[in-house]
């Protein structure tokens, strides 16, 4: 089966920018994640989709994040503006409502901010 | 909160030698443990996992046992080769939190020759 794919893979853009990633996740998959990992260091969440509905968007920075998925199968996350500090990789995941808690990471878009 | 700890590298090894990597975890329930590898230039790949006490997961010679009375989770193999040079990251998922993913900080694995 097809994995999670994400575009663009790379992004270079200056600060107060804005920029926008694209996941699509695996087929059926009804969860979808969206991870923020910063060099050195392990993923952290930033949303979880079930469905289109947000279950958990508590560590989004709602100032400057969002993440939408309108009918519940590929979701976008943007960022606007943009920060230095926002130079990451950006891991989209799903998981399968039957499985044990695996989920499957697609290849991420590294964003870098000058 | 949840939280995992795992010992910082970078470790690095001769080709055959054996591999520990740490790995501790504090829930508030009975979450699934996982380890993931990042080769480099590559995505997030589930390497093991193990949903309860005292599971072992396994996978291309690597090992790892669930501990409850330790909240421990450390990775293992017996000889590692070149191709094993990657960052690994241990994991846990909360059942009660959605199966979010609490990872570690990363260990990078230098295997030499």
């Known amino acids: 089966e097809a994995g999670v794919a994400q575009s663009p893979r790379y992004k270079i853009i200056e600060k107060r920018q804005s920029v926008a990633f694209w996941c699509n996740p695996i087929?059926?998959?009804?969860?979808l994640y969206w991870y923020q990992q910063i060099l050195g260091q392990g993923p952290k969440l930033l949303i979880q989709?079930?469905?289109?509905?947000?279950?958990?968007d508590s560590q989004l920075p709602k100032d400057r994040f969002s993440a939408e998925r309108l009918k519940g199968v590929d979701s976008t996350l943007k960022i606007q503006p943009a920060k230095l500090e926002d130079s990451a990789v950006y891991l989209c995941?799903?998981?399968?409502?039957?499985?044990?808690?695996?989920?499957?990471f697609g290849p991420g878009t590294r964003l870098t901010v000058l | 909160g949840n939280s995992v700890t795992q010992m910082e590298g970078p470790v690095t090894l001769s080709e055959e030698a054996f591999l520990t990597i740490n790995c501790t975890y504090t829930a508030t329930g009975y979450p699934s443990l996982f380890w993931y590898v990042q080769y480099p230039g590559e995505g997030l790949q589930l390497l093991l996992k193990?949903?309860?006490?005292?599971d072992k997961g396994s996978n291309k010679g690597f090992e790892a046992t669930y501990r409850k009375e330790t909240t421990s989770f450390h990775l293992e193999k017996g000889s590692v080769q070149v191709s094993d040079s990657a960052v690994y990251f241990c994991a846990l998922s909360d059942h009660n939190a959605g199966n979010m993913l609490t990872f570690g900080g990363g260990t990078r694995l230098m295997v030499k020759p």
């Open positions: 193990a949903t309860k006490a005292d």
């Open positions: 995941a799903s998981i399968s409502d039957r499985g044990a808690g695996e989920q499957f």
């Open positions: 087929s059926g998959h009804a969860t």
């Open positions: 989709f079930q469905n289109n509905g947000v279950v958990d």
